[in-house]
């Protein structure tokens, strides 16, 4: 029997009892004797869904009235009991709050209940666009009675203004920049490594504009308001299979993927592109979008074209850093940063000075990579937060004459981010060169540098301080495959630059001063200064005082006290101390240090010492305490200047080389390509062998047609804490030519005249040869781009601890053909004086006096980039805390660093210590002389020997010979 109540599955069972039969033998109950009925209520059970699946609705036309559709909710089946649903909406291309008010709400379908309407307000807009559209949802019915069916429904919103259907009358086509004006006759695969341009109908330079833009201007196109949009697919695989195409959505800070260009980056050799164009009318609404031909990137052609095609990975770049001074007309004592990179089709070059990752942040225009990369070409003109960056206002190289290629510079067809982005390429050389100008506190603060001390160096009261810049370049390539679109290379490095703190010319002369008004005089003389190692300026310096008494830091007869002001930073305060003073009031020389109170990051400048005079009667004798009369105060005016050393040959005479010293030989020996990373920068010591090596930068790319050879290599030492720089113009000649400023200059290797070199400094050889001269160092001397040379350090171990030393070398680079014809290869005589006299000896002194700097001049003629003629010259680290190894007749022995350190004595040790040895040796060689003449006292005609001793050590000479110790070709 039927009922309106829904109930679950019902049964029962039907079973055959025992059979009864009248006859006999009746019949009997088989099987299956029982059977099942299920009686289902399915017309009964309780389903709760939208009237409909689709619902439309027009939109106000008027701002402020609202528009509403109804959506019905029914339930059928069983509708005794209580059921609870949610309805809620959904977005779609229609958004809550914008195109309608959305909804969550609970629908209670009580007893007897069947139906809910549910309303859905839409609200006005005022934009023309295309029908929108969102969805309303059925939740399951919380008390689980009914079932939820058709519980999704879609509701259009049915625009009055719709958009415009304008459109263009043929599709738009994709063409090279090159060819933007003569679309006609471009080429069918566009090269890569220049930008695509995407040419509609309406474009004037479009090849059947004469027909289309009739069209163009009857539909009310406005071709100057299109929208466009580009697909690119990777590059094709050498079997001709092909990748999808996909949407360029990867916006970088300077690039954009939604103009009328499409930029290089974006696309390689190979790939296929495409643009969409939308027609947008006068009135600004735009229509229907057409997609161009999909056209191919060529393979066999291009600017930069990689040198194996088809190869992966980075080539080599260049990095340098050098102190501008204060002579800089632009950047006046600031760090100039220059990064060169070689540039293949497709590349962006990434650099900064922090690690590089995740390019598709870092790439895209959010503000994070301004916080992170400081100190980078990611940051365009208005983010850089430095006083100076890589990036310039600047959209056009100055340094170029006209374009490379066609629209290069032009602002209607790139944007002016791109502009000065890309004015860092040399298209014609496929180079890129960024320069940036930093000061040394952005260095440290803001690009991680650090700065370390090398220690001061004795006897010459200078410190060495050395800047170290990490620096990461990333070639990075889009990619639609790749994780994040972008697939990269990475590369590092460390900048190295050297700085020294002296006053050079005040370590004699001193400082004077005099007090006006009680005819006081002093002097000051600086004896040394150091950067400690927490950053701290420390300046030690003497006084002599020209008047009788004495300087006193403090008196109690005056409030002044001795201080120390800097005129340049005034923030900056320094503590005075007096450390020693003679015990005597007749013009007593007195020992001083300063401290500075707080660490800087350049400390140049001129720096104000008051000293307070006290004087004493003439007949009062000196005691403790002193008994004095304080006067007013004392200025010494002492200058201290920053000073580079790292960079002392312009890159005009350098012919953009590399020098290296290195300790290891197998490094020396090998080709380079893994780098030479910190160990260019090794200290050597007594024992070791300098290994010095210069290679042509290998960002040049000379390849295997031109040779590299060293000619000559120069040792020398400067004066008082002079550099020695190599600049003809200023009369400066680095270690080729002698020079007042010189304490010692050797030529060690002459390739044309090996007989003209010195060959050991205080008796210790040099034991220099070149990379062709040492059969061990074939594979160097194979290298087209690269030679190298090999000495001893341990002459260089025979002066004062801590002295500087500099290798100069001079070399050629030309083609393999003209490689023969180096600089040394000229005929030269050469004179063999055989018998010395006075008069002959005075004359060829005379001579050798005059010719000396003529012919280390003519060593320099000619050097520069039109002869192929280079020099480079590098500064020697030296470790004197190692054992040295001194060769003696008698054998060897090791002096320890302890007795290496005399404690800031300009008389050196190593010297004396040879000297006591020699001595000993001459005592014994005259007394075997002695015996040996008694021997051969018959044998008149014998010429005797004569025992020299020179700079503390003994040698036999022959009376027919003398070595004039000069470097000279004569």
């Not at 086509?173 to 890569?192: F, G, H, T």
């Not at 109908?201 to 539909?219: A, H, I, M, Q, V």
Request: with cysteine; glycine share 8%; hydrophobic share 35%.
């Amino acid at each position: 029997m039927g009922d309106d109540e829904f109930e679950e599955d019902e049964e029962f069972r039907l079973v055959l009892g025992s059979p009864a039969s009248p006859s006999a033998g009746g019949a009997l109950i088989g099987t299956p004797n029982v059977t099942t009925i299920k009686i289902k209520d399915s017309g009964d059970k309780p389903i709760i869904k939208f009237e409909s699946t689709k619902f439309s609705v027009n939109e106000p036309k008027i701002p402020g009235e609202v528009a509403t559709v109804e959506i019905p909710v029914i339930r059928m089946g069983d509708l005794s009991q209580t059921s609870i649903v949610r309805v809620h909406t959904k977005d779609g291309s229609a958004k809550s709050g914008r195109d309608y008010n959305g909804i969550s709400q609970e629908l209670e379908f009580g007893f007897n209940i069947s139906r809910h309407i549910v309303k859905i307000d839409v609200i006005y807009d005022g934009e023309k666009e295309m029908r929108e559209a969102f969805t309303v949802h059925l939740k399951p019915d919380r008390n689980m009675v009914a079932e939820t069916q058709m519980n999704k429904a879609i509701v259009y919103i049915e625009e009055m203004d719709k958009m415009a259907d304008v459109t263009f009358p043929s599709p738009p086509m994709v063409v090279s920049l090159q060819d933007y004006d003569d679309a006609e006759n471009a080429v069918v695969n566009p090269i890569p490594g220049y930008a695509v341009v995407c040419i509609t109908p309406c474009n004037p330079k479009y090849p059947d504009y004469f027909k289309t833009g009739t069209l163009c201007s009857r539909e009310g196109i406005n071709d100057t308001l299109t929208r466009f949009r580009w697909r690119v697919s990777a590059p094709s695989y050498l079997d001709g299979v092909t990748s999808d195409m996909k949407d360029v959505e990867s916006t970088t800070f300077f690039t954009n993927s939604h103009q009328i260009t499409l930029d290089s980056i974006y696309f390689g050799a190979g790939s296929r592109i495409q643009c969409a164009a939308r027609a947008v009318n006068q009135d600004g609404d735009p229509g229907l979008e057409l997609v161009s031909p999909t056209v191919t990137v060529s393979r066999d052609s291009g600017i930069c074209m990689p040198r194996v095609m088809g190869s992966v990975g980075a080539e080599p770049f260049t990095a340098k850093m050098r102190y501008t001074g204060p002579n800089d007309p632009k950047h006046p004592n600031m760090v100039k940063l220059t990064v060169t990179v070689p540039h293949r089709d497709g590349m962006l070059p990434v650099i900064s000075t922090r690690q590089l990752s995740n390019f598709e942040l870092i790439l895209s225009p959010d503000g994070t990579r301004v916080g992170m990369h400081k100190c980078s070409n990611l940051l365009d003109f208005g983010e850089v937060r430095t006083r100076s960056g890589f990036i310039s206002n600047e959209t056009k190289n100055p340094n170029i004459i006209g374009e490379a290629e066609p629209y290069q510079y032009s602002t209607l067809m790139r944007s002016d981010p791109t502009l000065r982005f890309y004015r860092n390429l040399d298209l014609e050389a496929c180079l890129w060169e960024f320069v940036a100008y930093y000061d040394m506190s952005e260095l440290v603060t803001d690009c991680g540098g650090t700065i370390t001390t090398d220690g001061q160096v004795k006897n010459l009261k200078q410190s060495y301080v050395s800047v170290r810049v990490p620096l990461y370049v990333s070639y990075v390539f889009h990619s639609p495959v790749a994780t994040g679109g972008w697939q990269n290379y990475d590369l590092s490095s460390t900048l190295r630059l050297t700085f020294v703190y002296d006053t050079a010319i005040l370590w004699q002369n001193g400082v004077g001063a005099e007090d006006d008004s009680s005819q006081l005089q002093g002097y000051l003389f600086p004896t040394s200064m150091r950067i400690r190692d927490d950053g701290k300026l420390v300046v030690n310096f003497r006084t002599e005082a020209r008047f009788r008494g004495q300087f006193v830091n403090s008196h109690p007869g005056t409030s002044l006290t001795s201080m120390v002001m800097s005129s340049e930073q005034d923030a900056l305060t320094f503590t005075l101390d007096l450390l020693r003073s003679e015990p005597t009031f007749e013009q007593p020389e007195q020992t001083w240090e300063f401290v500075s109170d707080y660490a800087v990051r350049d400390y140049s400048g001129t720096y104000n010492i008051k000293l307070i005079p006290c004087t004493t009667s003439v007949d009062q004798e000196y005691s403790l305490p002193v008994v004095c009369n304080p006067r007013d105060p004392m200025t010494f005016d002492l200058d201290i200047r920053f000073q580079q050393i790292s960079d002392p040959v312009p890159t005009e005479f350098s012919l953009n080389t590399q020098f290296h010293l290195l300790r290891k030989k197998a490094l020396w020996l090998s080709d380079g390509s893994m780098g030479f990373g910190q160990e260019s920068d090794a200290a050597f010591g007594p024992g070791d062998t300098m290994h010095g090596r210069i290679m042509v930068d290998p960002v040049q790319n000379l390849g295997d047609s031109f040779n590299l050879n060293i000619e000559k290599v120069f040792l020398c030492s400067g004066k008082d804490g002079y550099i020695p720089k190599y600049d003809p113009a200023n009369q400066e000649y680095g270690c080729v030519a002698e020079s007042p400023n010189l304490l010692h200059t050797f030529k060690v290797v002459d390739k044309g005249a090996p007989s003209t070199v010195v060959k050991n400094f205080r008796d210790i050889d040099f034991n220099a040869k070149l990379a062709i001269d040492e059969p061990t160092a074939v594979e160097l001397a194979k290298q087209p781009g690269s030679d190298g040379f090999m000495l001893a350090c341990a002459p260089l171990f025979q002066v004062d601890s801590g002295r500087q030393w500099f290798v100069h070398a001079i070399y050629t680079v030309r083609s393999k053909q003209n490689s023969q014809r180096g600089i040394g290869k000229r005929s030269i005589t050469m004179h063999t004086i055989t018998g010395v006299h006075d008069t002959l000896e005075t004359a060829v002194g005379e001579y050798i006096h005059h010719t000396r700097r003529r012919r280390a001049l003519e060593d320099t003629q000619g050097i520069g980039r039109q002869n192929g003629k280079g020099t480079n010259m590098v500064r020697v680290t030296l470790n004197y805390t190692a054992k040295a190894v001194v060769d003696n007749p008698g054998g060897s022995f090791e002096l320890d660093s302890s007795i290496l350190d005399d404690g800031g004595s300009s008389v050196p040790v190593i010297p004396i210590v040879i000297g006591l040895v020699a001595a000993l040796l001459i005592v014994l060689l005259v007394v075997l002389i002695i015996v040996f003449r008694r021997r051969k006292r018959q044998q008149k005609d014998s010429k005797p020997v004569t025992v020299v001793a020179a700079n503390g050590a003994s040698k036999v000479v022959a009376s027919k010979y003398v070595n004039n110790n000069d470097n000279t070709e004569v």
